[in-house]
C-alpha cells in the first residue's frame, strides 16, 4: 500500500455549550493513501462537509489531529495554513465559486498567481489544465456563459492549477443533472488514473460508487467502511451503463 498522504486522529468540531452543544464531528480516524479516491457519505447534516473543511484547514477542529503530508494542520498559524492550502490542497465546491467577472482561464490562473507563480507560468498552465478538461475552448468564456457540468470542470481545472498533494470535493455534483454528474464523474476517473489523490463528501450513490473506498458517516462519526471492489474505473462503466 501507498504511504499515507493524508490522516486525521480522534478529530472533532463542536458548537455551542452546555445542553446546547452539538458534535458535528465526533473523534473521527481517517488515513488516505496516495493516489486513493476516498469517498464520505451520508445524509445531509450528519457533519461531511464540516469534516472535510477541516481537512482542508478551512475550518479549525476543536480536538484532534491533522497530518498532511507529514505537516500538523492542526497546530499551524494562520499565515502557514493559508500557504499549505495555496500549494498543496486542491478544493471543489458544490456552488463552484467561481468569480464571475473573470474568464475560465482567468478563474483556473488565480491560485497559480496568488501562490507565487509568474504570470506566464500560471497562464500556460492554465491553458493546459483547461485543455485537459474538455473546455480549451472556453477559456476566454465567463461562467455566466458556461453551462453547469463545464462551470464545475472549470473548477476542477482551478483545483489542479498548484499540483496539489490531495482534492477535496465538497458535493461536487449537488448542483447537476445527470448527464453533467457523468461528465465530472468521467474527469475524476482519469484523476486517479493519473494518481491524484481524491477525498469526495457526497449523498450521491453515484459519485461514492467511483472511490476505491467508501466511509459511511452519520451523526458526527463513522460507522461503515467498504473498500470497493472493481475500483474506480470499473464502478464507472457499470454507471455509465444505467445512465444510457
Known sequence: MSENVLQARGLSKTFGRGEGLVRAVDEVDLEVCAG???????????????????????????????????????????????RLRRTAIGFVFQAFHLIDELTARENVELPALLAGRSPRAARRQAVSLLERVGLADRAT????????????????????????????????????????????????????????????????????????????????????????SGGTRGNLGALAGLEG
Request: charged content about 20%; overall charge negative; hydrophobic content about 45%.
Open 141 to 228: 468564456f465567463l461562467p455566466s456563459a458556461l453551462s453547469g457540468g463545464q462551470r464545475q470542470r472549470v473548477g476542477i481545472a482551478r483545483a489542479l492549477s498548484n499540483d496539489p498533494l490531495v482534492v477535496l470535493a465538497d458535493e461536487p455534483t449537488g448542483n447537476l443533472d445527470s448527464a453533467a454528474t457523468m461528465e465530472v464523474l468521467r474527469l475524476f476517473d482519469a484523476l486517479h488514473t493519473a494518481g491524484q489523490t481524491l477525498v469526495m463528501v457526497t449523498h450521491d450513490p453515484r459519485v461514492a460508487a467511483t472511490a476505491d473506498r467508501l466511509i459511511s458517516m452519520r451523526d458526527g462519526a463513522f460507522v461503515d467502511e467498504t473498500r470497493m
Open 36 to 82: 486513493e479516491t476516498v469517498a464520505v457519505m451520508g445524509p445531509s447534516g450528519c457533519g461531511k462537509s464540516t469534516l472535510l473543511h477541516m481537512l482542508g484547514g478551512l475550518e479549525r477542529p476543536s480536538g484532534g489531529e491533522i497530518v498532511l503530508a507529514g505537516s500538523r494542520l492542526d497546530q499551524m498559524g494562520e499565515r502557514a495554513l493559508a
